[in-house]
């Protein structure tokens, strides 16, 4: 039997094992031998409330000066290159509603532009307080009707057109709470592969590695679960936002996607990172907040334990990295990869 066939034939075993297990999906080989790309239908035409929170912050990207949210909410609408405005039905059966949550003070260009390219499918709500990212996404949710809510950063830029038939497929699943997306840094760098709690310390996993690598055991490759994932992309159904009762707003500026994800998982759900969705993330640009010891110490005292040991990592790799890398199996066995870096991977 050749190769292809055979990985075709497996993707019809997954496909029966779908059916078995009463799933609406379906499954084909993916990019990688061994690898199955599962494709889950949108049901029931589902509104998605996109929450931005912005100050219209600007910055040079590829060249060319942009207004942030500008680009991220556009390519949102983007579809073969041209936009649809007010709600438009996108591929997948999706619509969206456009809740931007603009600071008090802005320049009005920000609003014309966003109100240009949304139409009628943005609502503004105006932040008149000092800068606490968590109140901004609660004003935002409370302002917004959809079914389903994604958290989005300004400074992003849409890079997968079915991002979100994806994670709204697997938010779909009454068991997942939250789903989170792929980012790359603007030189193509992984900004975001799911967050790890270990030992204390938080990070993204695989922080910036080459953005089309499939990571130690195809770990970039695959939806897989993991304990939280970033808010700078992430889909949460609206009764689950609800039920945990929405962003901590304690946490103004660094780690209420942390506390909201372990909140998420305190309520019996799971959270999913998955590879095809994915945005770029143009933080280093936009200016994103240095972490504060206060801030580290809050989450500490409130997550202790659920910070300090991930079920979803392996706890003999090193602390307070965030790369997987550099720490020699006590067997003695060799390394599972040595990147072009000649950084050395354990997996």
């Given at each position: 039997m050749s190769k292809p066939e055979a990985y075709n034939r497996g993707a019809r075993a997954v496909g029966d094992h779908l059916t078995r297990c009463g799933i609406d999906a379906t499954a084909e080989p993916g990019k990688y031998a061994g690898i199955y790309r599962i494709r889950r239908p949108v049901r029931d035409r589902p509104t998605v409330s996109v929450i931005v929170p912005t100050r219209g912050s600007r910055g040079r990207i590829w060249g060319a000066e942009r207004i942030f949210v500008h680009d991220a909410v556009a390519s949102l609408?983007?579809?073969?290159?041209?936009?649809?405005?007010?709600?438009?039905?996108?591929?997948?059966?999706?619509?969206?509603?456009?809740?931007?949550?603009?600071?008090?003070?802005?320049d009005a260009v920000v609003e014309r532009g966003?109100?240009?390219?949304?139409?009628?499918?943005?609502?503004?709500?105006?932040?008149?307080?000092?800068?606490?990212?968590?109140?901004?996404?609660?004003?935002?949710?409370?302002?917004?009707?959809?079914?389903?809510?994604?958290?989005?950063?300004?400074?992003?830029?849409?890079?997968?057109?079915?991002?979100?038939?994806?994670m709204v497929g697997l938010a779909q699943d009454r068991s997942v709470g939250m789903v989170g997306a792929k980012l790359l840094f603007e030189d193509g760098r992984l900004q975001h592969g799911?967050?790890?709690?270990?030992?204390?310390?938080?990070?993204?996993?695989?922080?910036?590695?080459?953005?089309?690598?499939?990571?130690?055991?195809?770990?970039?490759?695959?939806?897989?679960?993991?304990?939280?994932?970033?808010?700078?992309?992430?889909?949460?159904?609206?009764?689950v936002f609800d039920e945990?009762?929405?962003?901590?707003?304690?946490?103004?500026?660094?780690?209420?996607?942390?506390?909201?994800?372990?909140?998420?998982?305190?309520?019996?759900?799971?959270?999913?990172?998955?590879?095809?969705?994915s945005w770029y993330h143009f933080e280093q640009q936009s200016g994103e907040h240095p972490i504060l010891d206060e801030e580290i110490l809050t989450v500490q005292q409130l997550w202790g334990r659920d910070i300090d040991v991930d079920p979803f990592y392996n706890s003999n790799l090193a602390p307070g990295r965030t790369d997987w890398l550099e720490l020699p199996l006590r067997s003695g066995a060799p390394p599972y990869e040595v990147l072009p870096d000649g950084r050395v991977s354990w997996g």
């Open positions: 609408l983007r579809v073969t290159g041209q936009h649809e405005l007010a709600g438009a039905e996108l591929v997948g059966g999706i619509d969206l509603e456009i809740v931007a949550v603009i600071d008090e003070g802005t966003l109100r240009s390219i949304a139409g009628d499918a943005l609502t503004v709500v105006t932040y008149g307080r000092p800068f606490n990212f968590a109140e901004k996404i609660n004003l935002g949710v409370a302002a917004s009707s959809g079914d389903y809510v994604l958290l989005l950063n300004d400074d992003t830029e849409l890079l997968d057109p079915g991002s979100l038939q994806e799911g967050h790890v709690y270990h030992r204390g310390f938080i990070s993204h996993a695989l922080l910036g590695w080459p953005g089309d690598h499939p990571g130690p055991y195809r770990a970039l490759a695959v939806e897989r679960e993991c304990s939280g994932v970033t808010a700078a992309a992430a889909l949460v159904r609206r009764d945990v009762g929405g962003m901590n707003e304690a946490f103004a500026v660094n780690y209420n996607d942390v506390d909201f994800s372990l909140r998420v998982r305190a309520s019996g759900r799971r959270i999913i990172w998955t590879p095809h969705a």
